[in-house]
């Protein structure tokens, strides 16, 4: 049975929390456990994961753009969000319906060179050719001297590894992109997902005033997925919220060591994920998500995150807010604005979710 | 009363222990608790903290050049550090003496759209305007799934906005910024403290040899607040001195796994701060701080971290070594110079100070 | 006597273990210590080290190039992997057979202004002229607060300082640069090392498909050591391995908050060093490691990752991989590919270790 015929699987701009609660018990299950009670097991293979199977299409858009998508006809730049547990697997049976040579290639996860995506190691499709790709995941585990080796639970992509060059430069430039996420078992699920690529000059291969406006409710549980591509370095920088730099952007507690920022360098092929509760201590409004080198933001990296308030009313000063940036003159007369990047996206671009369906 | 007037408020270049041994017993006594007494509360609003009223005045400066200042007429570059406490309300009441659009824009602390300080939100002061921002800051607390939603301790800063673009281009180009220092109850006091802003192509609006001498004496406790902006990429280095890439700089205990350093990423609207032992373990004399970008360095993003012996004595060599770097060709003939930024400011721009008040 | 004379002291291309097998029990007694029982001393003294003493030479190399070595008439680029334990002193003889004035500067040690290596502190080795530098390191300390001042503990890196200009750009640009490791007592030991210096547009000095071919057998435990250097910025990223972004490249345990990556900005005078079992969960094969900023790629800085079976035979396909990166184009037409910086070095670069001895 193909997975995507499942109920959750296919999701647009819903709450996740909606999602498992008409999701089947063996989701919810690990999803309850918290860290403290999901020890992690002593090797690799202790906790056999689920195979999922899914099949991407790879296809032509407007504006001389490709994209990934879940079902002909409907990819989207980014490519839909996939996401997964420790210790599952993923069969991507990738169709190529555009004319070029391309591959998916992830980070991240377990993969043999047959799927690697690399023309190195003749892994890609020919246009027109189906092929399958195979993504394992795992659990830590205990290593000699008391040490793990990491897991693969992270905020990690995919990307096009063959269109163009052999290193996938014309297919990531033109949107053959997207996130990738693997939880730990007891991992906090959140309510909302934004995908944010720095894609060159784009996000997400838009400028402003084009780009994605982000929207959540007061006080939801919004997870931000940033991935860096392309040739240019980036920071990235979110107003009124801030997060731990380690896996999950939270603390583990009072002894956690790491730094809180807002603003972090987000630059080819790195990726981070964070949760925040949206407007939390600062409240609803229009909040700036933006690139804080100064050109760049000047000249449309820059985004609003709308937060509004907590029974999805429009906060006072939002709109204002929103037509001020649509109206946006992207810098000054002595600033060089460089042609954008093709821009045109389907409507629902931000919306394409795939979240993990029930065992 | 305005909280500008009590002591130890505005300091400049004296010790930090000084400060606290000349203050209150308010102050002294959060500083005496350590981080393993101090436990976080279980709510953002437990703790209520002090509410500090500041004024700050914008101000143009030679060199075409701009700052703020704690006081009419003593603007500095970077501005004053201001320092607060987990809990803490920093109301800031801003005079803009320019004779164009600015703002004030914190990272890491709290507050609504009034007080972004960005024109999207019509947060800023018009020439000659005076406007009121609002900043609050938290402790972390506790959120489902056993982790804990960060709370607003860091190495933070604050910038203009709204001067020149409506990301505050011309007014960060041009001196309007400065560290904001958010401290957990508990944490460690340093005995000096250093801003040191890479700005474009400048150490604080200044290239060597005009970069600022850092002074301490041999074991003193030495706070570094590094700031990035602009549009270049840098990475900073200290010779001689280490820390732990993490909140801090130090490590909570021999299982804390963050990674030490002497050189990190310092890029635009990033920020970090540590804390050394001036000399430790290496003596005294004239230690080099700078960009490791070749060019940056060689042309001028070079400064000197002067370790005098414990008496506060000039160490053997230590002249000859700043000789040295004032006749600093800077490059080679083969090395493309860029046009320098304006350099000059006030001959104080290192050491105005803002300790916490007592509360 | 030499330390240099002991067995294991000079090993080139040979297993760790097998090196602490044929080497002596001083040295496999702290190697079997676990980092549990190995307590940190409460002070910086407390434990004292090894003193190490080398001769280290400064050599021109073939295509207008230096390197350093550790006998006359070998100098390779990158120079050979100084290894310590925390605590241990390097007492470095540095010998300058070139016809220009240089030095050896290392990060993360501690050393007096007499061994900094800089011309600021007139600490350089004139043309024919030898000079002692001494690099000390410690444990990590108590200091008040409950916080530890951190260890030298680290993947650290030397590199020329005085060569060309007073910042070595020079030499740095021509080859004279290494790894530097410091362990703690307790650290898992590698069966491989590989040192991979993003300098400039170049790897090691070479660009594919003269770039470095890293070989390990399927399950070895190989130790990666990056280093980046000149003036450009860059992200190293590895296939099919992932490692922990802290200090060893490996997790504490479950509550360790890194975040796990397989990308990582490495930017002039960075460094960090992982550890990876070979083709763990993924298989033997051609790996790719490269740049991921998509010009950097296709213009050389990529290389392989050649995971053998564990017998040490050549998997399936990597031959046809490896056959294919050396046909490599580098990019398209429309890519224009900068002039390459001089790349002969000799034949056993990679190959030139440096073990700790015994004490």
């Given at each position: 049975?193909?997975?995507?015929?499942?109920?959750g699987w296919?999701?647009t701009?819903?709450?996740r929390?909606?999602?498992?609660?008409?999701?089947?018990a063996?989701l919810?299950?690990?999803?309850?456990l918290t860290?403290?009670?999901?020890?992690?097991s002593?090797?690799?293979?202790?906790?056999?994961?689920?195979?999922r199977?899914?099949t991407m299409?790879?296809?032509?858009l407007?504006g001389?753009l490709y994209g990934y998508?879940?079902?002909?006809?409907k990819a989207?730049?980014?490519?839909?969000i996939?996401e997964?547990?420790?210790?599952?697997?993923l069969?991507?049976t990738?169709?190529?319906?555009?004319?070029r040579?391309?591959?998916?290639?992830?980070?991240?996860?377990?993969?043999?060179?047959d799927?690697?995506?690399?023309?190195?190691?003749a892994?890609?499709?020919?246009p027109g050719?189906?092929?399958?790709?195979?993504w394992r995941?795992?659990?830590m585990?205990l290593?000699?001297?008391r040490?793990?080796?990491?897991?693969?639970a992270?905020y990690?992509?995919?990307?096009d590894?063959?269109?163009?060059?052999?290193h996938g430069?014309?297919?990531i430039a033109?949107g053959?992109y997207?996130?990738l996420?693997v939880?730990r078992?007891?991992?906090?699920?959140p309510?909302?997902q934004?995908?944010?690529?720095?894609n060159?000059m784009?996000?997400n291969n838009q400028v402003?005033?084009?780009t994605?406006i982000?929207?959540?409710?007061?006080?939801?549980r919004v997870?931000w997925?940033?991935i860096?591509?392309?040739?240019?370095?980036h920071?990235?920088?979110?107003?009124?919220h801030?997060w731990?730099d380690n896996r999950t952007g939270?603390?583990?507690g009072?002894t956690d060591?790491s730094?809180?920022i807002?603003?972090?360098d987000l630059?080819?092929?790195?990726?981070?994920g964070f949760?925040v509760?949206?407007g939390?201590?600062?409240?609803?409004?229009?909040?700036m998500?933006?690139c804080?080198?100064?050109t760049h933001?000047?000249?449309g990296?820059?985004?609003?995150?709308?937060?509004?308030a907590?029974?999805?009313?429009?906060?006072?000063?939002?709109?204002?807010a929103?037509d001020?940036?649509?109206?946006?003159?992207?810098?000054t007369a002595a600033?060089?604005?460089?042609?954008p990047v093709?821009?045109?996206?389907p409507a629902d671009a931000?919306?394409?979710?795939q979240?993990p369906p029930?065992?």
């Amino acid at each position: 049975m193909d997975e995507r015929s499942r109920p959750g699987w296919f999701t647009t701009l819903v709450s996740r929390r909606a999602v498992l609660a008409t999701g089947t018990a063996a989701l919810a299950t690990p999803v309850a456990l918290t860290l403290g009670a999901a020890a992690p097991s002593d090797s690799a293979s202790a906790r056999t994961g689920t195979v999922r199977k899914i099949t991407m299409y790879a296809e032509a858009l407007p504006g001389n753009l490709y994209g990934y998508g879940l079902e002909p006809g409907k990819a989207t730049i980014p490519g839909p969000i996939l996401e997964i547990y420790e210790g599952d697997t993923l069969e991507i049976t990738l169709v190529n319906n555009t004319d070029r040579r391309m591959s998916i290639h992830p980070h991240g996860v377990d993969y043999s060179v047959d799927s690697d995506g690399s023309p190195l190691n003749a892994s890609f499709n020919n246009p027109g050719e189906t092929r399958t790709y195979i993504w394992r995941s795992r659990e830590m585990f205990l290593a000699s001297g008391r040490r793990w080796m990491p897991g693969s639970a992270g905020y990690w992509h995919y990307h096009d590894h063959a269109m163009g060059t052999d290193h996938g430069t014309l297919g990531i430039a033109r949107g053959l992109y997207g996130a990738l996420v693997v939880r730990r078992r007891g991992d906090i699920l959140p309510d909302e997902q934004f995908t944010v690529v720095f894609n060159e000059m784009s996000i997400n291969n838009q400028v402003a005033p084009n780009t994605p406006i982000f929207e959540a409710n007061l006080g939801q549980r919004v997870e931000w997925i940033a991935i860096g591509h392309g040739n240019q370095f980036h920071t990235f920088h979110l107003h009124a919220h801030r997060w731990a730099d380690n896996r999950t952007g939270m603390l583990e507690g009072p002894t956690d060591p790491s730094q809180v920022i807002d603003n972090k360098d987000l630059n080819p092929g790195g990726s981070f994920g964070f949760q925040v509760l949206a407007g939390e201590g600062v409240g609803p409004g229009a909040w700036m998500y933006h690139c804080h080198v100064q050109t760049h933001s000047e000249t449309g990296m820059s985004g609003i995150f709308l937060v509004r308030a907590a029974d999805g009313s429009m906060p006072p000063g939002a709109q204002e807010a929103i037509d001020r940036f649509r109206g946006h003159a992207h810098g000054t007369a002595a600033t060089a604005t460089p042609e954008p990047v093709p821009t045109q996206v389907p409507a629902d671009a931000q919306g394409q979710h795939q979240h993990p369906p029930s065992g």
